[in-house]
Each structure stands twice: as structure tokens, then as C-alpha cells.
């Protein structure tokens, strides 16, 4: 053995830095954690054993710890952890493997456990079983789906998202997601429920699923809309709902654009494009050659898009890759013995031309996919900003004229099958919008006649039944009561005519700043339809929340991060969703 009989067979070792690695000129006695000098020679060392320890230097002493134990005990930091230490640390590694959908398997990770050991000093901690954990994650779930229960119950309207998504095992999942304006005017969404369904997916069943979630949690008198895609059976299975239904406006404009995509002049540069992003993708050499002339042009480094051809905005990230690459492309290419070829000077004005017009569908469409804010109110303003953009100009050469005409026409159909009359009713009650721009000037004072009417039945809903007495009342009173009753009748319906004209009468707000903030300062002036637009403006103008459900979801169940058990996953996804909003 070299380097002081390895310190005199495992009494000694290095001193660690503070940063990594060790001082190579001290080292630490394991037994009472004194620091030596040590320049190759051992005296010293064996006279601190003999003298102090009463120990055989020639013998190893006896670990029954791993590595990590030895530097904690060396160190002087070895601890061992109470009862409700570990247990609280249980349930910091339960909500982390929850929120961040880590494997449950990774509590016997041995890298973990020396981790956990390090910094909790505790040389002998034990992480929690597999077991531990999944107990631990349900218990988790019920206490979190008991809060989001009770604040449901709170909002005064909920409206949902629902879609259903095939695993790779075959198995069918309908994913739900909530969303809801709370007594803060703050706009809340999560998950609802990851749920495994057997039957098929037709329409009757589809209603009855839905009508189940709600059920489930209670609010079947409070659900006002339901966001789906345009799937046949999700159209039909929304007729034997109670409830309203808002089919998505992303999937609107992703069918718009692929029909004006389809058999246009820009088929045969996309054909192009797809041809040469392919040989790259296939040739790890072509790529290393890409990278070196991406350097050599003073261009960062990246892979092409490759798209896909169900996916627009594949074909949008495709273009712009290859729009970025073009010389370093080229200059590959060339010095190639291949036949493919780049696209021509012409064909990447082309290029231009559609990534143009397709940055506005990107635009439109990420401002109606989110959920933190409010988007069904903005699907009219963006409907009509798209049809501005999209309308031809005596500059436009032929083949822009027809995927601007196409797209019109195409997304003009999609609209009118769309839930207008609702999106209306939505887009008036945000006070960035309410002047109705976005709407024909014939069809404004419809609009609001809705909203009025809105706000009277409210008040018809709100009236309380006058209870039956067993005596009975005289004449004259009755009649009496009658004429009160026609006069408040009159007062209330001008009350709340001139409630709607006050609101219409308030000056509309920046686009950019935030209606919720403002319902939120003017709810108590408006109070009658305060209500009302929480309701309305609650509703998500997309399915995409609950594409985003499945995106984890699959991530869960295609990794095997979980028993595939619908339980397991609903749990996992719910508390990803519910725990990832806090923080």
C-alpha cells in the first residue's frame, strides 16, 4: 500500500474542502476528529494511536456505515434524526415526488439516500419505502382535494375543460380541469380528475361522464360552459348536457390553417424544407458538418425542426430554422455529393411570405391557450384582428391571395358553428372590450339586451318564495300588495336597465392591463353583474388546459414513473397540478 498504508489502514483521512475535493497535507482521525499535518511520513500518526486511541494501526477499523458515514463521523457532525424529523422529511420527499412527478422507485436510489444522509448529519437515515410513499401520496391527495372541494363550493360558477387520450398501453383516460373566478377576482384552474373509462366513446357516454366528474365533486349546479375540441362525438355528447358548451378556438384555427396549407403554391418549397431538415436529422455526420459551419458564420449551434404534419406550428418552427440556417445550409450542401437541394432565392421569399402570416396564428393562438389569465373574453377581438391581417392587398402576389382568401372563408364557417352568442355575452362584460368593436354594429344592441336579460333573471333566481301562513290575508290588503308588487316590478326593471347603462357608460380599459382588476375595484358599483361576469370570464376559449393534463399524464404512465393503476395516476397528476399552482 502506498500514501501512508492508505493513512494507516482507514484511521486516517484527508481533510475535506469546503468546495470539493481535500487538502492533501492534513489529514482527520476517524476516532476523535483531531487534524494532523502529514508530509509522507507516518510517526506521528501511529504515535497519536498508539498514545491516545490504544488502537492496532496495522488493523482497518471496523465501519458498518457506508463512505458518507465515515466523512460525518470524521467531521464531528454525525446526528441521528427524532421521530417527527423523519417524519416531516417523509413528507417533504412525498410532495416532492408528487408535485415534480419523480419516480416513487427513487426513495431507493442510493445516491439519494448518501444525499439525504449529508445533509440531515444523519449517518444512519433510512429514506421511506416505496410503500411509505404511496400511502403517504394518497393521504396527500385527499387532504389537497378536500381544500380545492371547499373552495369549489365557494365560487359562484365553475365552468370545465374536458378532453379524452389514448395511452400507449391502449388504455383510454378522460382528463377534466377546472376553472373558476374566486371571491378575490382571481382566476383559479386545476385539475380535476385523470380518469380511466372502458366504455366506448360515444355520445350518450360521453355526457354521462361528465355529468359524473361534476357529481363527484359537487358542482353540477355550478358548472355554466364546457371547453372540448370539435370532435364529432364531443359535439353531440354536449347536447344532453345541462350546461353550455364552448367548442376550442385553437383547434378552430389549427384546421383553418391546415385546409389553407393544403394544396398551395407553398407545397412544393415545404416539400423542400422537409427534404433537407430529413438528411440532417438522418446523418449524424451532415449534423456535426451544420454545427461546425453554424460556428463558422457566427451563429449559435441548434438542430433543425423537423415538422409535423398534423401540427402547423411545426411547420411555422420548420421554417424558421431553416430561414435561420440558410448559408451555413448551403455551404454544407454544396461540398455534398447528394441530391438535394436547397430551396431557390425565390422560393425563401416564399418562406418569408408564410412564416409572416403564420406568426399571427401562433400569436392568437398562445393568447387564447393559457389559463392564467382570462382568453374567452378575447376570441372575437382575435378573430377580428386575424381577419384584418389576413385580408389581401394589392402587393400580395396570387398565391398569397388564395391562403389569405382560404383561411377567411374557412375560419369565418368555424365561427359561426362556434358558441358566438356566448363569446359575445363574454366579450361584453370585459371592460377592455365592451365598446364591441369586434362585433357588427347591427348585432351590439342584441348583445346587450342578452346582458340585461341576464341580470334580470338573476334577480328572478335570487327572489325568495314568500311563505305560506295559514290565516288568510284581507281583501283590500291583497290588492294592496298588488299594486306594490306591479310598482316594485317596474322600479327593479329600470333599476336594472340603468345598472347595464352605468356599466356600458364607464370608460374601457388599456388592452394590456388586467379586467379581473378592475371587476375586482368596480364589483361593489356593478354588484348585479359583477356575478354574471364571473361567470362568463371564467370560461377558457381552449381545450389546452386540459392537452396540458395529458402532456403529464402521459409523461407519468409512458416513463412507468408509477403503477399503472388509474388511481396512482390520477393521484399523481392532480397533486402535480394542485401543489405546481402554490408554488
Known amino acids: 500500500m502506498e500514501k501512508g498504508t492508505e493513512l494507516l489502514h482507514g484511521h486516517f483521512h484527508y481533510k475535506p474542502l469546503p468546495y470539493g475535493g481535500v487538502d492533501g497535507t492534513k489529514v482527520v482521525c476517524i476516532h476523535c476528529k483531531g487534524v494532523f499535518s502529514y508530509h509522507r511520513s507516518t510517526?506521528?500518526?501511529?504515535?497519536h494511536l498508539n498514545a491516545i486511541h490504544s488502537v492496532d494501526y496495522s488493523k482497518s477499523p471496523t465501519i458498518t456505515n457506508s463512505g458518507e458515514s465515515l466523512l460525518l463521523t470524521a467531521c464531528g457532525r454525525s446526528t441521528t434524526l427524532d421521530k417527527q424529523k423523519q417524519d416531516e422529511l417523509t413528507n417533504a420527499i412525498t410532495k416532492w415526488i408528487a408535485t415534480n412527478c419523480r419516480p416513487i422507485s427513487i426513495v431507493e436510489d442510493v445516491g439519494l439516500r448518501n444525499m439525504l444522509r449529508i445533509a440531515t448529519s444523519d449517518d444512519k437515515y433510512?429514506?421511506?419505502s416505496r410503500r411509505t410513499v404511496t400511502r403517504r401520496i394518497h393521504e396527500l391527495y385527499e387532504v389537497e382535494r378536500t381544500i380545492k372541494a371547499m373552495a369549489l363550493q365557494r365560487a359562484p360558477a365553475v365552468a370545465l375543460t374536458g378532453d379524452y387520450w389514448t395511452?400507449?398501453?391502449n388504455h383510454n383516460h378522460l382528463g377534466v380541469t377546472v376553472h373558476y373566478i374566486d371571491e378575490q377576482w382571481e382566476l383559479q384552474s386545476h385539475a380535476l380528475t385523470v380518469m380511466k373509462t372502458e366504455d366506448g366513446h360515444f355520445a350518450e357516454t360521453c355526457a354521462e361522464h361528465f355529468i359524473h366528474v361534476a357529481q363527484q365533486w359537487n358542482v353540477s349546479d355550478k358548472v355554466s360552459t364546457l371547453s372540448t375540441d370539435s370532435a364529432r362525438n364531443?359535439?353531440?355528447?354536449?347536447?344532453?348536457?345541462?350546461?353550455?358548451?364552448?367548442?376550442?378556438v385553437a383547434h378552430s384555427l389549427q384546421r383553418s390553417v391546415t385546409v389553407s396549407l393544403l394544396n398551395s403554391a407553398f407545397d412544393d418549397v415545404l416539400a423542400k424544407c422537409r427534404e433537407v431538415v430529413g438528411h440532417f436529422k438522418r446523418s449524424p455526420a451532415s449534423?456535426?458538418?451544420?454545427?461546425?459551419?453554424?460556428?463558422?458564420?457566427?451563429q449559435k449551434k441548434e438542430s433543425l425542426v423537423q415538422d409535423i404534419p398534423t401540427r402547423w406550428n411545426s411547420t411555422l418552427d420548420m421554417i424558421k430554422s431553416v430561414r435561420r440556417n440558410e448559408q451555413p445550409l448551403r455551404d454544407v450542401l454544396t461540398t455534398q455529393d447528394t441530391e438535394i437541394a436547397m430551396p431557390t432565392t425565390a422560393e425563401m421569399d416564399n418562406l418569408q411570405r408564410l412564416e409572416t402570416l403564420l406568426e399571427h396564428c401562433r400569436d392568437v393562438t398562445e393568447l387564447l391557450g393559457g389559463e392564467k389569465y382570462v382568453s374567452c373574453s378575447v376570441v372575437l377581438p382575435a378573430f377580428c384582428h386575424l381577419s384584418r391581417v389576413m385580408e389581401s392587398s394589392d402587393d400580395d402576389p396570387a398565391y398569397v391571395v388564395k391562403f389569405k382568401s382560404t383561411f377567411r372563408t374557412d375560419l369565418k364557417t368555424r365561427e359561426e358553428n362556434a358558441n358566438i352568442a356566448y363569446l359575445k355575452i363574454a366579450t361584453a362584460l370585459d371592460p377592455r372590450f365592451k365598446d364591441l368593436k369586434c362585433v357588427p354594429r347591427a348585432e351590439r344592441a342584441e348583445v346587450w339586451a342578452s346582458v340585461t336579460n341576464l341580470v334580470?333573471?338573476?334577480?328572478?333566481?335570487?327572489?325568495?318564495p314568500v311563505e305560506a301562513t295559514t290565516s288568510e290575508p284581507p281583501k283590500k290588503k291583497i290588492a294592496l300588495l298588488a299594486a306594490s308588487s306591479e310598482s316594485d316590478s317596474e322600479q327593479e326593471e329600470d333599476s336594472v336597465e340603468n345598472g347595464v347603462r352605468r356599466y356600458r357608460a364607464?370608460?374601457?380599459?388599456?388592452?394590456?392591463?388586467?379586467?379581473?382588476?378592475?371587476?375586482?375595484k368596480h364589483a361593489g358599483s356593478h354588484c348585479r353583474l359583477a356575478s354574471i361576469a364571473q361567470k362568463y370570464l371564467a370560461t377558457p376559449a381552449t381545450s389546452v388546459p386540459c392537452e396540458r393534463l395529458f402532456s403529464l399524464a402521459g409523461h407519468i404512465v409512458q416513463k412507468k414513473r408509477v403503477?399503472?393503476?388509474?388511481?396512482?395516476?390520477?393521484?399523481?397528476?392532480?397533486?402535480?397540478?394542485?401543489?405546481?399552482?402554490?408554488?
Request: contains cysteine; aromatic residues 6%.
Open 234 to 248: 364531443m359535439i353531440a355528447g354536449a347536447r344532453h348536457l345541462p350546461f353550455e358548451h364552448v367548442p376550442c
Open 287 to 298: 449534423a456535426a458538418e451544420l454545427e461546425h459551419q453554424q460556428i463558422e458564420h457566427g
Open 167 to 169: 395511452s400507449l398501453g
Open 126 to 128: 433510512k429514506p421511506p
Open 43 to 47: 510517526s506521528s500518526l501511529k504515535y
Open 456 to 464: 334580470k333573471e338573476q334577480r328572478v333566481v335570487a327572489e325568495q
Open 563 to 583: 403503477s399503472l393503476s388509474s388511481e396512482n395516476v390520477n393521484d399523481l397528476v392532480c397533486l402535480s397540478s394542485w401543489l405546481g399552482a402554490e408554488e
Open 506 to 520: 364607464e370608460p374601457t380599459i388599456s388592452t394590456e392591463a388586467c379586467p379581473l382588476e378592475w371587476w375586482s
